[in-house]
T-cell receptor, first 110, second 116 residues
Framework: EDQVTQSPEALRLQEGESSSLNCSYTVSGLRGLFWYRQDPGKGPEFLFTLYSAGEEKEKERLKATLTKKESFLHITAPKPEDSATYLCAVQPAGNYQLIWGAGTKLIIKP | ETGVTQTPRHLVMGMTNKKSLKCEQHLGHNAMYWYKQSAKKPLELMFVYNFKEQTENNSVPSRFSPECPNSSHLFLHLHTLQPEDSALYLC???????????????FGNGTRLTVT
């Protein structure tokens, strides 16, 4: 069965303390992996799409990487405004529907 | 106005009421979606419309009825809901749906529904 698991469920960091969020997936072939950010009271906002193992994408303090089993969202020297829930979704081969993880809630304390 | 707009932002309804959620996108996209978001659970896809035609219906109870009059507007008609239907209902759009690789989704800010 296709599955996406995000860990940890919640992560509290001090401002400037770098860390990584994990998205592991079990699917029959990968068409694409998506990262979204969701602020309280708002809808998810698209961050990155990754298509193949070894691919990396960066945006400000965020860098997303992809292997054949998982993706990491690395956050470098985070600021309080990076606090949000980060969602991961996978498009399996042969299926148009995304499979979503439950998200990681990131809290950056000043 | 740009992006995806959902109204109302909050809705409280009794189990015997009938109400509708509205979504409008100004991005020129061809696909629109309804998702249900419950606390600490993955997003659940409810319906997909591609070029105004419904292409996905994920075994959603008939008390939820979608309508897509054109590629910019999407409605979700609600009737005789249950308390467990309380959730955040998100509308999204994308350039298209069903291609070899999905286009990124653009979400509205959702309608927070409470069924009493």
């Amino acid at each position: 069965e296709d599955q996406v698991t995000q860990s940890p469920e919640a992560l509290r960091l001090q401002e400037g303390e770098s860390s990584s969020l994990n998205c592991s997936y079990t699917v029959s072939g990968l068409r694409g992996l998506f990262w979204y950010r969701q602020d309280p009271g708002k809808g998810p906002e698209f961050l990155f799409t990754l298509y193949s193992a070894g691919e990396e994408k960066e945006k400000e303090r965020l860098k997303a990487t992809l292997t054949k089993k998982e993706s990491f969202l690395h956050i470098t020297a985070p600021k309080p405004e990076d606090s949000a829930t980060y969602l991961c979704a996978v498009q399996p081969a042969g299926n148009y529907q995304l499979i979503w993880g439950a998200g990681t809630k990131l809290i950056i304390k000043p | 106005e740009t992006g995806v707009t959902q109204t109302p932002r909050h809705l409280v309804m009794g189990m015997t009421n009938k109400k509708s959620l509205k979504c409008e996108q100004h991005l020129g996209h061809n696909a629109m979606y309804w998702y249900k978001q419950s606390a600490k659970k993955p997003l659940e896809l409810m319906f997909v419309y591609n070029f105004k035609e419904q292409t996905e219906n994920n075994s959603v109870p008939s008390r939820f009825s979608p309508e897509c009059p054109n590629s910019s507007h999407l409605f979700l008609h609600l009737h005789t809901l249950q308390p467990e239907d309380s959730a955040l209902y998100l509308c999204a759009s994308s350039q298209d749906h069903g291609g070899w690789r999905n286009s990124p989704l653009h979400f509205g800010n959702g309608t927070r529904l409470t069924v009493t």
